[in-house]
Every structure is written in structure tokens, then in C-alpha cells.
């Protein structure tokens, strides 16, 4: 029995893909030196004290790799089993969660107990990967059964939505994140273009809306938006159907009423080239609807669809940025887009991270030694605006190796994914490399100026504040659950048991598809259905037919003991 065990233990230890653990640890390392330049003050010595932030951040580390051990050595089919489960508790304690009487800088996000916080938002993301997992995984489950993917869809949107009542608009956005994963599954790759083409919209619509088109009272933000969905309906045309030449004649024929329209209001008579682009907008609309009744090829309707959403989806904008959010999440966007230039408000914080930044030069002016987060000049330089102490404390180089170090994790990650040979880890993988793909773009992005700032923070364990439900301990119960799933491939290492050269798993694969072959000829031998109903839900059938259920379970005892070489032939 003890031999037994100390077996397993063996194999558990030889099955960890060590160089994923390494580049993590590596990550934390780099993470704890980014606290301590961060948090460090001239003249304090004591940098392990727990009396300081770096000191306690050892403490959440050392807490974060024992909560991910414990989880390494629970067996993976819990997580399987209790899946629906844990994501219904976590659902129910983010809807709680929204009636929090605690405020912390305008969010209701985090649970105050005594000297502890907790934020559930955090963990939930490891709960919406273990739900989805379960879903995808199911029997019968397609992508494409539009019933199908709206429930992994809604998986995603439940606690994203009650997120949102807590005003953390941030943490809920990390949630998207979860569509790359179903893009690797099988979703059209045309919700993902839809989505970037948004953001377009969105980009110049609102940048561009005030500024003229030469000398026309003509609003260049509009008019390019709708000459984009115009390009963009054709190019679809052309995408899903193959005809290039319809496809080249609507965008020609767009463009081309849209020169004249414009010719005429520069040198005739100026008027808003807009109500031209709208018409043409209105009839390329009709035309691919007419299109898709006369041909039945409903990628005309989706091409409709689209433009349609798109110049409904433009429309609003304008309403969604001055009416449905906060004022400090407008101004945010506006300094982003460079509408407002608000160095001393709103925009302080992107433009001192930006001087941290720059002033590190190529290789960085040490350790403990940045004058710029020395003097506190960056707000909030410990947590959300780590990376500006990177950059500037070990400069380009160091910068650049934080961030392929993360470039090999997320690799690693989706590595091993693919060579899960179950779809529930090889799903959760995806899930965990997406979230960690979009903390460290929006971030970095948002230090640097490029995207908004909307609090995600640094994924690294230890560039988090010392708080329980915060990066450090929901990333490493992800990898920690990963490398589960991977033990999990070789928990019985493969030992060769016949001269076919068959192990063991491979025998049991196979005796499984022989069982799942004699389930459906049984049930079609016992029920009068058709062969479509039989091959839709053969378990279906199975479990309303009690008589069918005992008779197939007594059928299959002897082939439990079906000796291997048998099965391997």
C-alpha cells in the first residue's frame, strides 16, 4: 500500500511540466522585486519586515503556492464533478457582494472581514473556467447548436453582469477575455471581428466627430464609420460566399456614389455627405436581405445583420459615453483619445507612468534607485501601475524580459491544452492562458497609454496589494489546477501489456469506444426509433427505458474483464 503511494506521489511529481512552474516562479520573482522598488522609502532597511508591503507580500506568496499545492495534489474529477457547483456559490456571493456596505475608491468589489479582504470577483474567473469547462465537455455539446452557445455564453455574461453592479467595470471586462477560448473551440471567427470592428467604430467615431472633411459639413469620425461598414458588409460577401465580383461591384458602387456625393458638396452646393452614406447604407442593407430570400444563403442575412448592428451599435455611442457612464470613465476615454489634455487630473497617472517609463533608458537605473516611483510621484505604483517601476528600475531590457517571460508562460499554457486528452483541461487551459493574455495587453497597454485605464491589474502572483482574492491567490490556484490536469494525463504511467505495443490507456480507450458502440446497437435493437433519434441521445433513450437500462448493464459485466490483447484486436 505504501509502495502504491509513494508511486503515485513519483508520478504526480515527474508528470509537472516543470518549465511552466519555472517561468512562474520566475514571474513572482520579478514580481516581488517590482513591490519592494515600488513600495521601498529612503532609508528603510527592513524591506523583509512584515511590517512593510514587500515583507507581507512574501507572506501572500508563500500563502498562494500552498493554496495551489493543495489544489496539485486534490484530484482533478472533483473539479469536474462539483464544477456547476463552485461556479453557483461564487455567482451567489458576486450578487451579494453587490448590496456590500463597503466602498474601497468607488467599488462595492471587495468583502471587509476584520483585517481581511476578499475579492470575489477574482476567484470567480477560476469558477466561470471550471463551469464552461463542464459545459463544453458535456455529451453532445456544439458550438454551433445556437442553444448551445448561448448557454456558454450567458456562463460568462452571469457574473460579468453582477460585477458590473459592484462598479468594477475592470474586472468584469476581463471576462471577454473567455471568447478567444470559444474562438479556439469553433466559434465563427466573425463574433471576433465583429468585437475589434466595434471598437473601431468606437475609436474614430468619437475621436474624429468634431473634425470637418475638408470644406463640407461633413463630420470625418461619421462619414469614415459608415465607409467602414461599408467596406466591411462587402468584404464579408466576398468572405463567407466566394463572389468576389459581387462583392467588388457593391463596394464600387459605394465608393463610387460616395466620390460623386462628395465632389458635388466641394465644389457645388455643401451639404452633409452623412445622409448620402446612410442611403447607400439603407439599400446595401435591403440588397443583401433580397439577396439571402432569393438565394437562401443566409450568410447574406449575417452580412446584413452586421451593418445593421454596426450603424445601431455607432449611434449609441455617442449616448453610451455622455449618459450611461460615470463621469470619471469619460474623462478617461476622452484624455485617452486625446480629446481632453488634463495633465494635472485624469490624465496624471498615464502621464507620470509614461516619464517613469521613458526615464529608464535601455538598461534601467537599478534597483531601488527610480526617482520617479522614490518619490511617489506615480498614484497607485504598487498595484495597478507596477510596470512603470519595471521600466524604469530595470529599463528596456528588463521591461522586455518581464514580457517574454509572460510571451512563454501563455505559450506553455496553451501547449499544454492541446495535449489534453479531455476536452474539459483542454478547455479550462484556454480559459486560463486567455485571462492571463488579456491582464498583461490591457495593463501594459494602459501604463503605456494605450488603452483606457479601468484597474486590471499586473498578473504577475506578487504585484498585487497583500490581499486574499487578488491575483496572487486566483492565478495560482489557475496554473496550480492546470498542472492538475496535466498529473492527471499520467497519474498511472504508461506501462506496456502486450505485444501490440499498447498501453494501458490506449486499451481502455478503446475497450470505451467498443462499449459506446454496443450501447447504441443495443438501444436500437430494443426501441423502435429512427436512426437519427438513436444517434441524437442515445443516453437519452437509454435512461427512459428502465428494462433497456438493467438489461444492457448486466450485458456489459463480462466485458469489463475483456483481457487486453482481445480488446487490442
Known amino acids: 500500500m505504501g509502495m502504491e503511494k509513494s508511486d503515485n506521489q513519483k508520478g504526480i511529481l515527474q508528470s509537472l511540466d516543470w518549465w511552466t512552474i519555472g517561468i512562474y516562479l520566475a514571474l513572482l520573482a520579478f514580481g516581488w522585486v517590482s513591490v519592494c522598488g515600488a513600495s521601498y522609502t529612503y532609508g528603510d532597511t527592513e524591506i523583509f519586515s512584515l511590517s512593510t508591503r ?30 456547476y457547483v463552485i461556479f453557483g456559490l461564487l455567482v451567489l456571493l458576486l450578487f451579494a457582494t453587490i448590496f456590500n456596505p463597503h466602498e474601497i475608491k468607488g467599488s462595492r468589489s471587495w468583502l471587509v472581514l476584520g483585517s481581511l479582504r476578499l475579492q470575489p470577483a477574482e476567484f470567480a474567473k477560476f469558477a466561470t473556467a471550471l463551469a464552461i469547462s463542464k459545459l463544453m465537455s458535456t455529451y453532445g455539446f456544439d458550438i454551433h447548436n445556437l442553444k448551445h452557445f448561448a448557454a456558454a455564453c450567458g456562463i460568462i455574461l452571469v457574473p460579468m453582469i453582477c460585477i458590473v453592479g459592484q ?37 474614430i467615431g468619437i475621436k474624429f466627430e ?18 467602414l461598414v461599408q467596406l466591411f458588409s462587402s468584404g464579408m460577401v466576398y468572405a463567407y460566399n466566394g463572389d468576389r465580383p459581387h462583392a467588388l461591384r457593391l463596394l464600387g458602387l459605394c465608393l463610387g456614389v460616395t466620390v460623386l456625393a462628395f465632389l458635388f458638396s466641394e465644389f457645388v452646393i455643401p451639404f452633409d455627405i452623412v445622409w448620402v452614406q446612410l442611403i447607400l447604407s439603407a439599400l446595401l442593407i435591403g440588397y443583401l436581405i433580397y439577396n439571402a430570400l432569393r438565394t437562401r ?40 483619445l486625446g480629446l481632453d489634455d488634463d495633465l494635472a487630473g485624469a490624465g496624471y497617472n498615464v502621464h507620470q507612468s509614461e516619464i517613469a517609463i521613458g526615464s529608464g533608458g535601455l538598461q534601467g537605473k537599478g534597483f531601488l534607485n527610480g526617482t520617479q516611483t522614490k518619490l511617489k510621484f506615480v498614484p497607485e505604483q504598487d498595484t495597478d501601475f507596477i510596470f512603470c517601476t519595471v521600466g524604469e528600475e530595470e529599463g528596456f531590457l528588463g521591461s522586455a524580459a518581464v514580457l517574454l517571460l509572460f510571451l512563454a508562460l501563455i505559450t506553455r499554457l496553451m501547449k499544454i491544452a492541446e495535449r489534453q486528452p479531455f476536452k474539459f483541461g483542454r478547455v479550462y487551459g484556454y480559459c486560463v492562458a486567455s485571462v492571463f493574455l488579456f491582464h498583461v495587453f490591457i495593463n501594459v497597454g494602459m501604463v503605456l497609454g494605450l488603452t483606457p485605464v479601468i484597474g486590471i491589474p499586473y498578473p504577475s502572483s506578487a504585484t498585487e496589494v497583500p490581499r486574499f482574492g487578488d491575483s496572487p491567490s486566483s492565478f495560482s490556484s489557475s496554473c ?63 435512461t427512459q427505458r428502465s428494462r433497456i437500462f438493467q438489461v444492457t448493464k448486466q450485458f456489459f459485466e463480462p466485458f469489463e474483464r475483456i483481457p487486453n490483447v482481445l480488446v487490442s484486436g
Open 54 to 83: 514587500s515583507g507581507m507580500q512574501i507572506v501572500w506568496i508563500g500563502t498562494s503556492i500552498c493554496l495551489g499545492f493543495v489544489i496539485l495534489m486534490l484530484d482533478d474529477r472533483y473539479f469536474d464533478t462539483f464544477a
Open 480 to 542: 496550480a489546477l492546470m498542472q492538475a490536469e496535466i498529473s492527471s494525463e499520467v497519474e498511472t504511467p504508461p506501462v506496456r501489456t502486450d505485444t501490440s505495443g499498447l498501453t494501458k490507456i490506449e486499451v481502455l480507450m478503446k475497450r470505451q469506444v467498443i462499449h459506446q458502440y454496443l450501447y447504441c446497437y443495443l438501444i436500437g435493437c430494443s426501441v423502435r426509433c429512427s436512426e437519427k433519434q438513436m444517434l441524437k441521445s442515445p443516453i437519452k433513450l437509454l
Open 167 to 203: 462598479r468594477e467595470t475592470g474586472s468584469a471586462l476581463v471576462y471577454l477575455s473567455f471568447f478567444l477560448m470559444l474562438y479556439r473551440e469553433g466559434m465563427p471567427g466573425g463574433f471576433l471581428f465583429t468585437g475589434v470592428a466595434m471598437i473601431i467604430y468606437f475609436v
Open 210 to 227: 468634431q473634425s470637418m472633411l475638408f470644406d463640407t459639413p461633413t463630420s470625418v469620425g461619421k462619414f469614415s464609420v459608415l465607409l
Open 297 to 336: 444563403f443566409i450568410t447574406y442575412l449575417y452580412a446584413a445583420l452586421f451593418a445593421l448592428g454596426s450603424i445601431a451599435f455607432f449611434y449609441s455611442a455617442d449616448y453610451v459615453l455622455n449618459d450611461v457612464m460615470q463621469p470619471h470613465q469619460r474623462v478617461r476615454i476622452n484624455v485617452l
